[in-house]
């Protein structure tokens, strides 16, 4: 498994990644539950930043999949 500071950087990368290049998906992140936890003060350790960094993944590949299959048609 990665470390936090792994896990931060990624998170970085590919959250840069969408403001930048598709920033029609920025107000997805802002709606994630990880973003927006319901708690005061939320637990974050290395499962919790993996799963939030495999959701960000999710979230661009599944556009950039729509996208191409838009394209394809």
């Known amino acids: 498994m990665k470390s936090e500071n792994e896990l931060y950087s990624d998170i970085l990368n590919v959250t840069m990644k969408i403001k930048t290049q598709f920033p029609e998906l920025s107000m997805y992140i802002l709606e ?3 973003t927006i936890p319901n708690v005061e003060n939320p637990v974050m350790n290395c499962k919790v930043l993996q799963d939030y960094y495999d959701s960000l993944s999710i ?6 999949d729509n996208e191409t299959k838009k394209y394809q048609n």
Not at 59 to 64: E, Q, S, V
């Open 32 to 34: 994630m539950p990880v």
């Open 59 to 64: 979230l661009l590949k599944d556009y950039l």
